[in-house]
């Protein structure tokens, strides 16, 4: 009965790949975000989306491609992985958009760019 | 630009006691506060929250205190357990829909017998 789950946990990928962090939420909630979190521990917003649509799109390199197929799922797409990509990424969903709403987080992924 | 700074990384409190996380932002449009609890290999729980038509939230052994003259929010625990024990991220948001909420670094909370 996960609320919000990521997939893969760990992930360790060669520098130049492809890879994709998956995200799904059983809540219900409209809105979906995707954050970074860099070995500073600095938690900061890369995407939100509520109910498919893109709300917020920070200054983030377009080798980042959010994806939802419908509200309970966003994935996170990375082309051409940089070692500077390495941090953990957290998927979270909101019962409203951002201003106001509680956010509940998943458990996370790291990723390692060798 | 950091708008919301946890300046304490650590803070170390027996059993029993008081804890006082502090936070401090500075975008004076921030209206809603919120505090994140992170045990490690796990994502952000939601502890409490606050709006700034409020100076006091409280919710069992968790207090938040907010002081917007100062831009300053506290988080209390008391009494502090050994299960209080992680990371505590202060966080803070606008109340438009294209509002983001705002992280601090996080204060590293350790609860010791």
């Known amino acids: 009965d996960t609320a919000v789950s990521q997939t893969p946990k760990y992930l360790v990928t060669q520098m130049g790949n492809d890879k994709s962090i998956k995200c799904e939420q059983n809540l219900g909630h409209d809105t979906m975000y995707w954050y970074k979190q860099d070995s500073k521990k600095f938690l900061k917003i890369m995407f939100s989306y509520n109910n498919k649509e893109l709300i917020i799109n920070e200054t983030v390199p377009n080798r980042f491609s959010p994806k939802s197929p419908d509200k309970a799922h966003l994935n996170l797409h990375i082309n051409s992985l940089e070692l500077g990509d390495s941090a953990v990424y957290f998927c979270?969903?909101?019962?409203?958009?951002?201003?106001?709403?509680?956010?509940?987080f998943g458990p996370g992924t790291r990723l390692t760019v060798l | 630009d950091q708008q919301v700074k946890q300046n304490s990384p650590s803070l170390s409190v027996q059993e029993g006691r008081i804890s006082i996380l502090n936070c401090d932002y500075t975008n004076s449009m921030f209206d809603y506060f919120l505090w994140y609890k992170k045990y490690p290999a796990e994502g952000p729980t939601f502890l409490i929250s606050?709006?700034?038509?409020?100076d006091k939230n409280e919710d069992g052994r968790f207090t938040v205190f907010l002081n917007k003259s100062a831009k300053h929010l506290s988080l209390h625990i008391v009494p502090s357990q050994p299960g209080d024990s992680a990371v505590y991220f202060c966080a803070a948001s606008g109340s438009y829909n294209t509002d983001k909420l705002i992280f601090g670094t996080g204060t590293r909370l350790q609860v010791f017998p």
């Open positions: 979270a969903s909101s019962p409203q958009v951002a201003g106001m709403g509680t956010q509940y």
């Open positions: 606050i709006s700034s038509i409020k």
